[in-house]
């Protein structure tokens, strides 16, 4: 099961700040990619990075230059920082954990409800 | 690369919907394909994995497969009941760009 949590609204210029909670297994097994994916209203889905065991992260080259990810193995959670947030992000920010079991493969099997961030003075 | 998808098919009830996800550059068979069911106001759920695998849960009116000639992935669904009625993205993975949705698929059932 995963949750996000964190800021419905954010002001632009300011930094997005989403946290998702895991529960039912731990963050730190193999085989498993934590990312962050959004989805603009009425628009398809985004995929917005991932990390894994807090060794290595990769992004979306689109927000390479505004994203981070992170792990916190001791809460057993995972977050997202998007810097310098304009009207253009304000989406449902959805966590969710990808598999990676068999060679050629990344399915996300698990994702959270997802929470809507809106970027608004 | 990118990956293409009609913007919306639809049917009647009982019929059979057959949506197309064509790679622009790279083979569709170099990575696995996996397929999203989304309804409205719902996260994304798995309903094809590994181009052709179901999870239990999935009724086996769902079915996928990748043409090489075509360089495309295809979902069908047969059988069509309105509870199918949702977007359907297709989903790839590569080593340099990591991962790419294709643009979503609005299925109707008439």
């Known amino acids: 099961h995963l949750q996000e949590s964190g800021p419905g609204l954010v002001k632009p210029s300011e930094t997005l700040s989403l946290t998702c909670t895991v529960s039912?297994?731990?963050?730190?097994?193999?085989?498993?990619?934590w990312n962050w994916i959004r989805q603009h209203p009425g628009k398809g889905l985004e995929w917005i990075g991932y990390?894994?065991?807090?060794?290595?992260?990769f992004y979306n080259p689109s927000l390479e230059s505004r994203v981070a990810i992170s792990v916190d193995t001791s809460k057993n959670q995972f977050s997202l920082k998007l810097r310098s947030v304009s009207a253009a992000d304000t989406a449902v920010y959805y966590c969710?954990?990808?598999?990676?079991?068999?060679?050629?493969?990344?399915?996300?099997?698990?994702w959270g409800r997802g929470t809507l961030v809106t970027v608004s003075s | 690369f990118m990956l293409t998808q009609p913007h919306s098919v639809s049917a009647s009830p009982g019929k059979t919907v057959t949506i197309s996800c064509t790679r622009s550059?790279?083979?569709?068979?170099?990575?696995?394909v996996q397929w999203y069911q989304q309804r409205p106001g719902s996260a994304p759920t798995i309903v094809i994995y590994?181009?052709?695998?179901?999870p239990t849960e999935i009724p086996d009116r769902f079915a996928g497969s990748i043409d090489r000639s075509s360089n495309s992935a295809s979902l069908t669904i047969s059988g069509l009941k309105t509870e199918d009625e949702a977007d359907y993205y297709c989903?790839?993975?590569?080593?340099?760009?990591?991962?790419?949705f294709g643009g979503g698929t609005k299925v109707t059932v008439l």
């Open positions: 969710a954990r990808a598999e990676t079991l068999t060679p050629g493969s990344f399915k996300f099997d698990h």
């Open positions: 039912g297994g731990s963050i730190s097994s193999g085989n498993f990619y």
């Open positions: 990390v894994y065991y807090s060794v290595s992260s």
């Open positions: 550059s790279g083979s569709i068979a170099s990575n696995y």
């Open positions: 590994e181009d052709t695998q179901r």
């Open positions: 989903q790839s993975y590569d080593s340099t760009i990591h991962v790419v």
